[in-house]
């Protein structure tokens, strides 16, 4: 997949502990983000379900009813 480098700022103090704890900040960033969109993509989702929820379609019904002949 290809990446893109991004810069960002950290808190000092975050930054020194995670070094010390051997956190790779990298990885962690990535994660966050990943974590982020996912949250930020489900919420997105959920609105446009409440904007537009789903409703009984006849079609399907009759559909099943083939399949059962």
């Known amino acids: 997949m290809p990446t893109t480098r991004t810069t960002f700022t950290l808190d000092e103090d975050l930054a020194a502990q ?3 704890l051997g956190v790779n900040i990298s ?3 990535r994660a966050g983000v ?3 969109v996912r949250d930020a993509l489900a919420t997105a989702d ?4 409440e904007r537009h929820p789903e409703e009984p ?3 399907w019904s009759n559909a099943e009813a083939w399949g059962q002949e």
């Open 18 to 20: 995670a070094r010390k």
């Open 27 to 29: 990885a962690a960033a």
């Open 34 to 36: 990943v974590a982020a």
């Open 46 to 49: 959920r609105a446009a379900y």
């Open 57 to 59: 379609d006849p079609f």
